[in-house]
């Protein structure tokens, strides 16, 4: 059905809509009314949120828009919103487009003319921050790491000179290896916060060492389930600049010597982490 825009017609609105990430009590009097009055709500897993809006009595169309298909559908409910129509975005827990799908379709409404507004609410990267007890006047949001180890080892060692705290997101099947490699890459001592299943029954948040955090979640099966936000302490604006001048002498000394003798010498010379210069295996 063809949704060509009314000149006589004022654009609707897209609510980009906060869900719960676990407690179903945290979805505000306000998002409700909002899925409650609008055409249609865009959903990354329509079964999800289908289960959801019967929580709360809500009978909407629901409009499948994933990593999958959201070039496609982005150009359709950009015509439904010149119609006329207001719709909601949801995610399938939190706030939309924080790992999830849905800035092709803001942008494309957007560069439309089209009002996008805000239901704030649920965040699990700002949830695990406000328990961690690091520093969070400044952070960088890093998002799911690598699943390959190579890949993974390789971002931490760029990560590690990184002065601001740093939040990731893990899934069970990486945590213990994720950690593993942050201890090897930071270094055992780096402080953080491992937030697990946060506002569900078996929410737990874990602070101290990356070391131990590595060595309680490898002895303890539970802490190996469900979801995860990990909050790394910054190198701090001292462990910035040593990594800086790590590189600095690393990139003169490799000009003439294999880099893992290179990277060992730089090392040496700056105390910046090797690894986080080279990669590779030490020399003989």
């Known amino acids: 059905m063809s949704h060509a825009p009314d000149p006589a017609r004022q654009p609707?609105?897209?609510?980009?809509?906060?869900?719960?990430?676990?407690?179903?009590?945290?979805?505000?009097?306000?998002?409700?009314?909002?899925?409650?009055?609008?055409?249609?709500?865009?959903?990354?897993?329509?079964?999800?949120?289908?289960?959801?809006?019967?929580?709360?009595?809500?009978?909407?169309?629901?409009?499948?828009?994933?990593?999958?298909?959201?070039?496609?559908?982005?150009?359709?409910?950009?015509?439904?919103?010149?119609?006329?129509?207001?719709?909601?975005?949801?995610?399938?827990?939190?706030?939309?487009?924080?790992?999830?799908?849905?800035?092709r379709l803001v942008r494309a409404a957007r560069e439309a003319g089209i009002r996008v507004s805000p239901v704030p609410g649920p965040s699990a990267l700002v949830a695990a921050l406000s328990v961690a007890g690091l520093p969070s006047d400044r952070f960088v949001f890093e998002g799911f790491l690598p699943a390959k180890a190579g890949g993974r080892r390789?971002?931490?060692?760029?990560?590690?000179?990184?002065?601001?705290?740093?939040?990731?997101?893990?899934?069970?099947?990486?945590?213990?290896?994720?950690?593993?490699?942050?201890?090897?890459?930071?270094?055992?001592?780096?402080?953080?916060?491992?937030?697990r299943e946060l506002t569900k029954l078996f929410e737990t948040v874990l602070d101290g060492p990356l070391s131990a955090l590595a060595e309680r979640v490898r002895k303890d099966p539970d802490q190996r389930k469900g979801e995860f936000v990990l909050v790394v302490e910054g190198a701090g604006e001292d462990g910035e600049a040593v990594l800086a001048q790590g590189r600095r002498v690393y990139g003169l000394l490799a000009a003439h010597l294999p880099p893992s003798k290179a990277a060992r010498l730089a090392a040496d010379l700056t105390g910046a982490p090797r690894k986080a210069l080279y990669g590779g295996e030490d020399g003989q």
């Open 12 to 103: 609707g609105t897209l609510h980009v809509v906060a869900t719960p990430i676990g407690n179903l009590g945290d979805l505000s009097p306000r998002a409700q009314e909002t899925l409650r009055d609008v055409a249609a709500i865009c959903a990354e897993d329509t079964r999800h949120t289908r289960r959801l809006l019967a929580h709360f009595g809500i009978e909407a169309e629901l409009v499948a828009l994933h990593e999958h298909n959201e070039q496609q559908q982005a150009g359709r409910l950009v015509e439904r919103l010149q119609a006329g129509e207001s719709l909601a975005l949801v995610s399938d827990a939190g706030t939309p487009l924080v790992s999830d799908p849905g800035f």
């Open 154 to 195: 390789e971002r931490l060692q760029q990560l590690a000179g990184e002065p601001r705290t740093l939040i990731f997101y893990e899934s069970s099947h990486r945590i213990a290896e994720t950690l593993e490699d942050m201890a090897q890459a930071f270094g055992p001592h780096r402080h953080a916060a491992l937030a």
